[in-house]
């Protein structure tokens, strides 16, 4: 089975606060994406990587940055924290290919930002 | 305009009933697509694929149409367990990023 883990559940921070959110996989995929899902709207793209060191933007990648250092391992960060970055933050993998493959998410990461 | 239109609900339906969900997709490069299943609280997991053809997975059947850019997912005899949000998911090429819908929400009850 795929694993897809996320370093925390709940995370509660102050505004301003840098935060690291990680994301680590075990099937040696080579894409991995970050969204964030907010009542109304779904889930919607901040960034995605096809291999370690690349990143591409996604829909709304303000306020945000990531990092792959490692093909395992995708970090995302809060280079300084708002109230409006509260929400359910989703990991995700998959196989690089033609556009059939499945995402796997990981658990996900309740932040509250006050 | 939405890349990827569903009606949020809910739809609270009997068990034993049969439920339809409608979906739209306003790129019409679309390439492929997928139905999600997320349970509350929880990650979303892949429920099916959807085939030009139509598919069906036990009491699950998709069906795409590209001429009218909608997407359809059928729950026969639905169970408590069917208790869920469906979102409906597009691919746009072979990038790899997906597009996916608000989501229906589905209650079942006894």
């Known amino acids: 089975d795929v694993k897809v883990t996320q370093s925390s559940r709940y995370l509660v921070k102050r505004t301003g606060e840098k935060v690291f959110l990680e994301c680590v996989q075990d099937?040696?995929?080579?894409?991995m994406f970050w969204y964030r899902q907010d009542p109304g709207l779904g889930l919607r793209l901040i960034y995605f990587s096809y291999d370690v060191k690349m990143k591409e933007k996604g829909d709304i990648p303000e306020g945000y940055s990531v990092s792959r250092e490692k093909k395992e391992r995708f970090s995302l960060i809060l280079e300084s924290a708002s109230t409006n970055q509260t929400s359910m933050y989703l990991c995700?993998?998959?196989?690089f290919g033609g556009g059939e493959e499945t995402q796997y998410f990981g658990p996900g990461t309740r932040l509250l930002v006050l | 305009r939405k890349e990827v239109e569903q009606d949020p609900g809910p739809f609270n339906v009997p068990e034993g009933a049969t439920v339809a969900f409608n979906c739209t997709y306003s790129?019409?490069?679309?390439?492929?697509f997928f139905w999600y299943r997320q349970d509350c609280r929880k990650e979303p997991k892949l429920l099916m694929s959807v085939y030009s053809s139509g598919n069906e997975d036990g009491r699950f059947t998709a069906q795409l149409n590209r001429a009218s850019q909608y997407i359809s997912l059928l729950i026969r005899d639905s169970k408590l367990s069917d208790s869920a949000t469906y979102l409906c998911?597009?691919?746009?090429?072979?990038?790899?990023?997906?597009?996916f819908g608000q989501g229906t929400t589905l209650q079942v009850k006894p």
């Open positions: 790129n019409s490069a679309s390439q492929s």
């Open positions: 995700a993998s998959s196989l």
């Open positions: 998911v597009v691919n746009l090429g072979n990038t790899g990023k997906l597009i």
């Open positions: 099937m040696d995929h080579e894409n």
